[in-house]
C-alpha cells in the first residue's frame, strides 16, 4: 500500500538532507510523498522575533521548543493540504530523528488524536529520539549554547566541528576517517547563524516534557542505535508504558508490527 511520511528532522539537519534520506523510497514507490521541512532560522528561512516597539510592551522572543514547532508543523500541513500538494486524508506516518522525536511526540499529543486525522496517521516513528533532553544531553547543549555564543560569525565551521565530535561514534570513526567523516556531514549547506543554532539549542532545552505520551492510540516504532553518544536509550522508556512492544535486533520488515495497534516496535543496532 501507498504510504506518506512528514519527518521533523534532527537539530541542524535540513530540508535538503533529509529529503535524501528518502530519495529511493520515493523511486521505489511511485506516489509516495515526504513532507520535510526547515526549522526556523536556518537554510533560507527567518526565525520569529520582537520588534524593539513589541520589546518595550514586555513581549519576548518566542522559543523554538516542542510547544511552538507542533503549532507551526499543523500550520504547515494544513498548508499544504490546502494547495493540493500533499493530503492527509491518505495514510501516513509521521518520523521524528533526534530532536524531531521531542517535537513531533508534541504534535501527535496535541492533534494526532483529533478528528483530521483518525485513520489516516499509521505510527510514530523515533529514530534515537529523545522526549526530554536527559542530564548528559542537557550538559551538551548548554556547552553548546556557550560555544555557538563565543565563536566568531565569520568562522561557521568552529561550531560544525564542535559539535560533530559527539554526532560521530568511536566505531564510526574507526571506520571512517574523520575529515572525510566532517566531510559527509557538511555535504549539504546549511546556511544558519550562529544566533540560529543558539536559538535552536535553546528551544531543545526548553522542551516541554513528553512523559505522558503512552497514550498514542496507533504504533509506535522505536529505532534507537547502541552507538549514539548523544541520546541513550532510557530517553523514550516513557514510551514503553503500558505498552506492549516487540524488540528486534536484526534488518526484519518493521511494517510487520504496523498490525499491533497497541505495540511497540524496538528496533536496535548491535
Not at 56 to 62: D, I, K, L, V, Y
Not at 218 to 227: L, R
Not at 253 to 264: F, K, R, T, Y
Request: hydrophobic residues 40%.
Amino acid at each position: 500500500d501507498q504510504c506518506n511520511f512528514v519527518v521533523v528532522h534532527d537539530l541542524f539537519d535540513t530540508c535538503d538532507a533529509t529529503s535524501l534520506l528518502f530519495k529511493q523510497l520515493v523511486q521505489r514507490h511511485p506516489g509516495a510523498q515526504i513532507l520535510t521541512f526547515n526549522y526556523p532560522g536556518q537554510a533560507h528561512t527567518a526565525f520569529p522575533s520582537t520588534s524593539a516597539i513589541e520589546r518595550t510592551r514586555g513581549a519576548t522572543e518566542p522559543v523554538l521548543n516542542n510547544d511552538y514547532m507542533a503549532e507551526k508543523i499543523e500550520e504547515l500541513m494544513l498548508h499544504v493540504e490546502q494547495s493540493g500538494e500533499m493530503l492527509f486524508t491518505k495514510p501516513f506516518h509521521v518520523i521524528g530523528i533526534g530532536n524531531g522525536a521531542s517535537i513531533a511526540a508534541l504534535f501527535l499529543q496535541r492533534y494526532g488524536t483529533t478528528i483530521r486525522y483518525t485513520g489516516c496517521l499509521k505510527s510514530f516513528v523515533s529514530v534515537n529520539g529523545y522526549l526530554t533532553p536527559d542530564p548528559q544531553l542537557s550538559a551538551i547543549l548548554h556547552a553548546a549554547t556557550q560555544i555557538f555564543e563565543t565563536t566568531p560569525s565569520n568562522r561557521p565551521d568552529l561550531p560544525v566541528s564542535w559539535f560533530s565530535r559527539f554526532v560521530f561514534s568511536k566505531e564510526y570513526l574507526e571506520r571512517v576517517h574523520p575529515n572525510l567523516a566532517l566531510n559527509i556531514y557538511t555535504a549539504v549547506s546549511n546556511p544558519i547563524s550562529k544566533t540560529g543554532r543558539v536559538r535552536l539549542v535553546r528551544g531543545a532545552l526548553n522542551h516541554k516534557d513528553m512523559q505522558g505520551l503512552s497514550s498514542l492510540p496507533f504504533p509506535v516504532i522505536i529505532v534507537q542505535s547502541t552507538e549514539n553518544s548523544l541520546v541513550n536509550a532510557s530517553n523514550i522508556d516513557p514510551l514503553l508504558v503500558g505498552r506492549n512492544f516487540h524488540s528486534l535486533w536484526s534488518h526484519q520488515v518493521v511494517m510487520n508490527a504496523l498490525s499491533d495497534p497497541a505495540g511497540v516496535l524496538q528496533i536496535g543496532r548491535a
